[in-house]
């Protein structure tokens, strides 16, 4: 799946720019133009890293970027800051509030583009990889492939892109209304439910051999992938609803 980045930007050529050459690049891309909007637009959907104009209208990108780290699901969110401040105390204080990078104006896209992909791969080192292995789960993206401890496991497309999702951020949890996003699309006319029984199907396919439950239900808030215990006998604790 393409990574998902959100451009917030409100000079319309330089966001043009960048949404252009970055969708050519392979990632899938969303537009802010105020720091409000940015905000709500992530809150719809949760990006996998966030392109963030300093100076922005309504609310600055500091304080977009200070809010984000206030808030358990966006505290550790890939963020870049793009600003024409140059001096090294503006440069801290973007650092300070959380930045993973500091961009400076005027830059080139090349630069932007590499920069991107240098924070997505320390927070999701498995963007370049054509095996994704989680614990005993290992997925030859290349063959369509999923294996729990040598087993072969088969899934369905939709089974496989879920797992495939889920262990790209393991431990991470999603929404219902986050994986629908991210697995089926965000404009596939999809409900909610629909994804907590794709959920129940992985889980079966994945626990046929025997083993853990990798799938952990969070109530209230969604899935995540957790790693297996290290006693083989410790099962872990769901918290979640009957649903998953």
């Avoid at 996998?48 to 966006?74: K, N, Y």
């Avoid at 498995?126 to 087993?151: N, Q, S, T, Y």
């Amino acid at each position: 799946m393409k990574p998902y980045i959100l451009v917030v930007e409100d000079e319309p050529p330089i966001q043009d720019l960048l949404s252009y050459n970055l969708e050519s690049s392979g990632f899938e891309v969303a537009q802010a133009f105020d720091g409000e909007e940015a905000l709500v637009a992530i809150a719809e959907r949760l990006p996998d890293l966030v392109l963030l104009d300093w100076m922005l209208p309504h609310l600055s990108g500091i304080e977009v970027c200070r809010r984000l780290r206030r808030r358990p699901p966006t505290h550790r969110l890939p963020i870049i800051i793009l600003t024409a401040r140059t001096e090294e105390p503006d440069r801290l204080r973007g650092l300070d509030t959380g930045a993973d990078d500091f961009i400076v104006k005027p830059f080139s896209v090349a630069e932007v583009i590499a920069r991107t992909r240098a924070v997505l791969r320390r927070v999701r080192p498995a963007i370049d990889e054509p095996e994704l292995e989680v614990g005993e789960l290992k997925i030859d993206l290349g063959a369509h492939r999923v294996f729990r401890a040598g087993r072969e496991v088969h899934l369905s497309p939709t089974e496989f892109r879920l797992l495939r999702h889920l262990m790209e951020h393991p431990g991470r949890v999603f929404s219902r209304a986050a994986l629908l996003d991210a697995v089926w699309g965000i404009n596939q006319e999809v409900e909610l439910r629909t994804v907590d029984a794709t959920v129940r199907r992985l889980r079966r396919a994945l626990n046929a051999g025997g083993g853990a439950d990798l799938l952990r239900t969070v109530r209230a808030e969604g899935y995540a992938l957790q790693r297996p215990p290290q006693d083989a006998d410790a099962r872990p604790v769901d918290v979640g609803d009957a649903a998953g």
